[in-house]
């Protein structure tokens, strides 16, 4: 099992930027493919992007296409989610969760049994 918790979060104006990280504890970290997921005030819990295991394949909701970046550190136990270009609809709750590897990443949020408490990203006009 693996135990997980988001760090990064804050208040950034629209159009800058911010590194989320998720620190996961245990030393079976690498086992697990990572995804990072949102939920804004009154909406479902939405995909944003997923990792496998070894970094070697990535997959992100449309919206997020060529401005946020996931990546992960395995050394550090730690995977990452670079947001750039920040609009105001992509405030939300950001969670990372984890899955056990599987050779297809998954975006619904029933296929990840192991999530974080949630960092908070405001993004203002």
């Known amino acids: 099992q693996v135990q997980l918790a988001e760090s990064g979060g804050g208040l950034v104006q629209a159009g800058g930027s911010l590194r989320l990280s998720c620190g996961a504890s245990g030393r079976t970290f690498i086992k697990y493919n990572m995804g990072w997921f949102r939920q804004a005030p009154g909406k479902e819990r939405e995909f944003v992007a997923a990792i496998t295991w070894s970094g070697g394949n990535t997959i992100y909701a449309d919206s997020m296409k060529g401005r946020f970046t996931i990546s992960r550190d395995n050394a550090k136990n730690t995977v990452y989610l670079q947001m750039n270009s920040l609009k105001p609809e992509d405030t939300a709750i950001y969670y990372c969760?984890?899955?056990?590897?599987?050779?297809?990443?998954?975006?619904?949020?029933?296929?990840?049994?192991?999530w974080g408490q949630g960092t908070q990203v405001t993004v203002s006009s």
């Open positions: 969760a984890g899955e056990l590897p599987t050779s297809n990443l998954h975006i619904a949020v029933d296929e990840y049994p192991y």
